[in-house]
């Protein structure tokens, strides 16, 4: 049984936009700490945005100002909404709910 379901990557110009969608069972979403993850080709997986129970968001210096994590608690499900895309945000994002990762959607920016 699948628990945590990851949508919204796909292939996009440089400038663009998408929206990464990642839902989980109401016992994993629980997890006082969600994030989002990147790992590009030959790269080690980063942080890229997480969200504390509290409240409390941070984010990695390269996307501050272009990407945006929130959480629909009713739903059950976190986003990360990333504008002004470059080539260098080309990777495999994963969402993660305390220990517990999603499969990965792929993004890539390109013209």
């Known amino acids: 049984q699948v628990q945590v379901v990851e949508s919204g990557g796909g292939l996009v110009q440089p400038g663009g936009s998408l929206r990464l969608s990642c839902t989980a069972s109401?016992?994993?979403?629980?997890?006082?700490?969600k994030g989002w993850y990147r790992q590009a080709p030959g790269q080690q997986r980063e942080v890229v945005a997480v969200?504390?129970?509290?409240?409390?968001?941070k984010y990695v210096d390269s996307v501050k100002g272009r990407f945006t994590i929130s959480r629909d608690n009713a739903k059950n499900t976190l986003y990360l909404q990333m504008d002004s895309l470059k080539p260098e945000d080309t990777a495999v994002y994963y969402c993660?709910?305390?220990?517990?990762w999603g499969q990965g959607t792929q993004v890539t920016v390109s013209l």
């Open positions: 109401g016992s994993i979403f629980s997890a006082l700490v």
């Open positions: 993660k709910f305390g220990s517990t």
């Open positions: 969200i504390a129970g509290d409240g409390i968001i």
